[in-house]
T-cell receptor, first 114, second 114 residues
Framework: DAGVIQSPRHEVTEMGQEVTLRCKPI?????LFWYRQTMMRGLELLIY????????DSGMPEDRFSAKMPNASFSTLKIQPSEPRDSAVYFC????????????FGPGTRLTVL | SQQGEEDPQALSIQEGENATMNCSYK?????LQWYRQNSGRGLVHLIL?????REKHSGRLRVTLDTSKKSSSLLITASRAADTASYFC??????????????FGKGTKLSVKP
């Protein structure tokens, strides 16, 4: 199995632009998590899907952030418009089932907003 | 606020020495997990200890859990230069309703000098 796949690996954009991050979870996993990692705040959960349905989006910072999971094999995290403070590494993780299992992380997308 | 807090924030040792990292948390948990992150990479699951377990081993890793003190420790024995990484504890809380969510600490940065 290829593991969790994220694209792009690096993204540099200018303030005000729309950014879309993509994630393909491990086949057969039906829960997916989006995290953001910064030096100041550490690793923060943004949103959690189970069977393509958002279960907990309380970590989404503001309305500029949105996430979708149109099917079991694909999810997107969109930032519109982007701001310099959104610069971070964004991780996607997946687990089989819904429960307190170990999470399988993707390699992350390093986002820089100028 | 962060559920898990690691201590120390940074640790530098010589190859062959043991490394001990501690984690404290605040609410009741279903399990506690330790993850490793190499620079520029995603997190990799190391070990999971359930709330009714007190100690667990995996290779050179030993994890203890004291639920009365709400703390855990990760011991890496006979460290190697390749163990250089950041180590995170993550708690699966039973507080609240979001099953499957993990809350991560800010990590301990371990440097093992050859």
């Amino acid at each position: 199995d290829a593991g969790v796949i994220q694209s792009p690996r690096h993204e540099v954009t200018e303030m005000g632009q729309e950014v879309t991050l993509r994630c393909k979870p491990i086949s057969g996993h039906n829960s997916l998590f989006w995290y953001r990692q910064t030096m100041m705040r550490g690793l923060e959960l943004l949103i959690y899907f189970n069977n393509n349905v958002p279960i907990d989006d309380s970590g989404m910072p503001e309305d500029r952030f949105s996430a979708k999971m149109p099917n079991a094999s694909f999810s997107t995290l969109k930032i519109q418009p982007s701001e310099p403070r959104d610069s971070a590494v964004y991780f996607c993780a997946s687990i089989p089932g819904r429960g307190y299992n170990e999470q399988f992380f993707g390699p992350g997308t390093r986002l820089t907003v100028l | 606020s962060q559920q898990g807090e690691e201590d120390p924030q940074a640790l530098s040792i010589q190859e062959g020495e043991n490394a001990t990292m501690n984690c404290s948390y605040k609410t009741s948990i279903n399990n506690l997990q330790w993850y490793r992150q190499n620079s520029g990479r995603g997190l990799v699951h190391l070990i999971l200890i359930r709330s009714n377990e007190r100690e667990k081993h995996s290779g050179r890793l030993r994890v203890t859990l004291d639920t009365s003190k709400k703390s855990s420790s990760l011991l890496i024995t006979a460290s190697r230069a390749a163990d250089t990484a950041s180590y995170f504890c993550a708690t699966a809380s039973t507080y609240g309703g979001s099953q499957g969510n993990l809350i991560f600490g800010k990590g301990t940065k371990l440097s093992v000098k050859p």
